[in-house]
């Protein structure tokens, strides 16, 4: 099977993004393709279940998971849609007041580092300047832990830093620096090191300590990733990250490589248990989004397969 082709035959999002992560083809080529990513395919019929009386999707703001306006967005980010969208837009000042603003009590939306991670994201994906990102990255920053991570657990007063957690909050603070935000920018500089050494140091799914495997989940290949933590999550962010290559990342690479099939595709291998709006593609089928990844991995770090 020719991949390029293939993955050429799916939705705009992966068209675009092989355009330009894959092909790397001309900026105006590759921008024609996500001018097109909302009018048809995944991300319309995500966008035409929008709200525009309540501005949310799923009839919720982070619930319920995964049709709630917060877990939405993040497959439209991820999707590469139009940050500019005026549903997008509406949705994210939405998440920033409700979430973060007008908090009515700890109760209905504990301070949880991992949410605190998504709505730095999705902020900084949609460029608002907004008081509410400086307090986000004071708290981020404040809950940074001694082994170089977070752990989202804060009422147990956890010792060990949480991959999940960890995962979340670097996504955030990449979207925050790729926009070009500022605000203790060396501080947070600091920090993502200190967390990609934490990454490193567990050889991306290992414990730290014995070197087992420390969940099966982690070597999975999920999609989409809700707030889970699993290898091709983290080495894709590396790569997004640009990241340089270290050995500690191979036996995450070799697991990569060898969950290619024989046609030259990667599956999805789990989903999380919860409402959809709908499957985006089917688990134990080959996975066009899945395969983009993997090649965006591979790639980027000059391995064969």
Known sequence: ???????????TSIKYQVSKDLLHEDVVIYEKYQQEIHKSGWCKRLIDLWNPKTKMWGNGIYSPKWVSTTYTMLDLKNFRVDPKLNC?????????????????????????????????????????????????????LEYHMDDGAWNCDLCNHPHHSSLHTTINILEGFLEYEQNNYTYRLGEIQKMVSMAHEFILLHHMYKSDKTGEIIKKSFTMLSYPPRWKYDV??????????????????????????????????????QKYSGLVHFDYEKTG???????????????????KV
């Open 1 to 11: 099977m020719d991949i390029i082709n293939w993955l050429m035959s799916g939705d």
């Open 88 to 140: 997008y837009q509406q949705a994210a000042k939405l998440l920033i007041d409700e979430m973060w603003v007008n908090r009515s009590s700890e109760k209905e939306y504990p301070l949880d580092l991992c949410i605190c991670g998504m709505l730095l994201n999705l902020s900084c994906y949609c460029n608002l300047y907004h008081p509410a990102i400086n307090d986000i990255v004071d708290t981020l």
């Open 232 to 269: 091709l999550r983290a080495l894709y962010y590396f790569s997004e990250r640009g990241v340089l290559y270290d050995q500690r990342m191979d036996d995450a690479i070799k697991i990569l490589i060898k969950k290619q099939r024989k046609d030259g595709s990667w599956p999805v291998q």
């Open 285 to 303: 089928n080959p996975s066009r989004i899945n395969t983009l990844r993997a090649l965006k991995v591979l790639n980027q770090y000059n391995c």
